[in-house]
Each structure stands twice: as C-alpha cells, then as structure tokens.
C-alpha cells in the first residue's frame, strides 16, 4: 500500500523536526464489540467486520515473524515529493500468546530497507540486512490483541488478555529521499518457547483497505507470500492486510514551532466520511482543526464526541487533533 504522510504545519523554512510516520492502525478503544472493558490502562486491538456486516470478520490475528519460524514480513511506505526523511528509528510490534510478563521479551530486531518490492527481482537494499540486530529497546504497548468479540454472532470470541502486544524499537539512521520503500524485518527473543507473532493493521469497521499488500517471506524455501486474513467463516473472502510499524525521522524540508505526531493509536472514523466522524483513542481532547494538505484552515471545533464535515467539498484533509499539550495528525478522506 503507498502510504503517504501529509502534515498540516506552518511553512517555516530551515527548521528541523522530530515526527513519526505510522503505518496503520492497532488499538480498537477499550470497549470490545461485546461490551467487555480492557484492562485497567489497556485497550484492545479487536479484528474488524465490515462496517454493517453481521456475518463476516476477520480472523488472523497476527502473523509468525521470527527466525525459529523462518519467517520475515514486509510492507511498504511512501516519502513525499520534495521531502528527505533522516530516519533515526523504527519500532515495530510483536506478541506471544501465553505470554504473562508485562516486560519485553523480545531482544532482537533484524531490518533491511528495499528501494523497491523486495520479493520482485531488481529490489535493492539500500539500508540494513538480514542478520545485524539492531534492537534499541522494548516496551509494553498495553494493548491486547483480541478476535471479533461479536461477528459472526454465532462464533463470538472471548476478551483473552493472552496476547499482550509490545513494542520493539530499532536503530536504523538512514536518509532517505522522495519514493516507495520497502522494509523487511525479523523479530527474536530469549524467552519465548512459541517464537512470536506481528499483530496486523487494524481499521475501524473495516476488514482491510484495498491497497493493502504486506508479505511475508519463508527463509527456508526461499518464498514470498501475500499476508492474507481467509476471514470467519470460511465462506467469507480472503483480504490482502498490512503490518503496523512507526518510523521516528527528522526533516529539513519543512519546519514547524511544535511538536507534531502521527499517532496510529489515534483513529478517525468512518474513513473516509460523508457527513460526521468520530475520533477514537484520543483522551482529553482540547480542540479539533480540519486543514486542507497546504496547511490551510478550513473549520475548527471543540473537543466533542463527533464532528460534522458535511459542508466540506470532496477531497484529502488533516485532522489536528489537540490533546493534553499534544498535536496529533491524521489524515481525512471526505467523499
């Protein structure tokens, strides 16, 4: 999928920042489809039924992504025109199911960055490989990964705190210029008998968007794979799924007085939307800005529990959502 990022940010030439890149969404909220609440300072990360469906859900809930499996996985993002990201980091996520320690076990991170799909021959790797490990540090992301709680109704799945999900970040300083990337990458731990698994991209009333086209790779047989959910039940289609990852970089392209951040834990849905959109995982919000993708302002709101855009003309727009002394940006499709 050809990820891009826009920023709504003031055009403050010769400036550096710090901002992070996210791949896709993970966390559901803390109020499974059941009704059940996460954990006290968890939320969960609930596969997805299409919006209005009551018969279909995903069913995959993650996909095995260490050595003693013989597997790596990899996705794709996309650098702006004109942009040049000095990319200082990635952090990737990973679980175990069984595993009950709140503390990180994972210890190794392997990452090799592509100029192009590296599974189609004339794929160059321009940062990385297959055997440094590059782990910098782990954490708790305090997110449970959990099956549909309520689709189909008759096989609804439990609220399990088995797959607790941790974050793993890796050194990876490289400057990379405008295109479509690829990273590729291998997870690895001390402690864990099963090995361990990547949770996949989660969207909101969606089964997968799709541009969605990660792969996963048996070093073994040497092959390459399409990461596939065959949903619940059986009958249901196949869909192409993404992995979550976050990329921390730098950018002297553009400059800005603020922090910003692209949070994939902050969710706007429906996306894209028609009429009213809500926003999810976002405490405490102060205030809510719609910028066209030059920066522009073009409606503004209070913190609210939803947000009418039905008077914007169809087209791409940044939501900033203002938290707790925090921006956070994401992107708004209007039809």
């Not at 489809?33 to 018969?55: I, M, R």
């Not at 008759?154 to 400057?175: D, E, G, H, L």
């Not at 799924?241 to 949070?263: H, K, R």
């Not at 947000?307 to 003309?313: F, H, I, Q």
Request: charged share 15%; no cysteine.
């Amino acid at each position: 999928m050809n990820k891009k990022l826009f920023f709504a940010i003031g055009l403050i030439a010769n400036f550096t920042f710090a901002q992070t890149y996210e791949n896709g969404g993970l966390s559901t909220g803390a109020t499974a489809k059941s009704g059940v609440a996460a954990p006290t300072g968890y939320t969960w990360s609930e596969l997805q039924s299409n919006t209005g469906s009551t018969t279909e859900s995903n069913t995959t809930t993650g996909y095995q992504v260490t050595s003693n499996e013989n597997a790596f996985l990899a996705d794709d993002f996309t650098i702006p025109p004109g942009s040049q990201w000095q990319i200082s980091s990635i952090d990737f996520f990973g679980y175990d199911s069984g595993y009950t320690d709140t503390t990180n076990p994972y210890t190794t991170v392997r990452v090799n960055i592509y100029s192009s799909d590296p599974s189609v021959a004339g794929a160059v790797s321009i940062f990385g490989d297959d055997t440094t490990n590059r782990f910098l540090s782990g954490e708790n992301a305090f997110i449970y990964r959990i099956g549909n709680t309520a689709v189909p109704a008759s096989s609804p799945s439990s609220t399990s705190t088995s797959r607790r999900i941790f974050k793993i970040k890796a050194n990876t300083p490289v400057t990379l210029g405008p295109g479509t990337y690829w990273i590729k990458y291998q997870l690895d731990n001390v402690v864990l008998a099963n090995g361990g698994s990547s949770p996949l991209v989660t969207v909101i009333g969606s089964r997968g968007l799709p541009g969605f086209n990660a792969k996963t790779y048996d070093t073994v047989a040497n092959t390459w794979s399409p990461i596939i959910d065959k949903g619940k039940p059986s009958t249901a289609p196949d869909v192409n799924m993404d992995i979550p990852f976050i990329i921390t970089y730098t950018s002297a392209t553009l400059g800005t007085n603020e922090t910003v951040q692209y949070d994939n834990r902050v969710q706007v849905y429906p996306n894209p939307v028609k009429d009213v959109f809500k926003i999810s995982n976002a405490e405490n919000t102060n205030a809510v800005e719609i910028l066209d993708t030059s920066g522009k302002l073009v409606k503004a709101f209070k913190g609210s529990e939803q947000y009418n855009v039905s008077d914007l003309p169809k087209g791409n727009y940044i939501v900033s959502i203002k938290s707790n002394g925090t921006t956070k940006i994401t992107k708004l499709i209007k039809n």
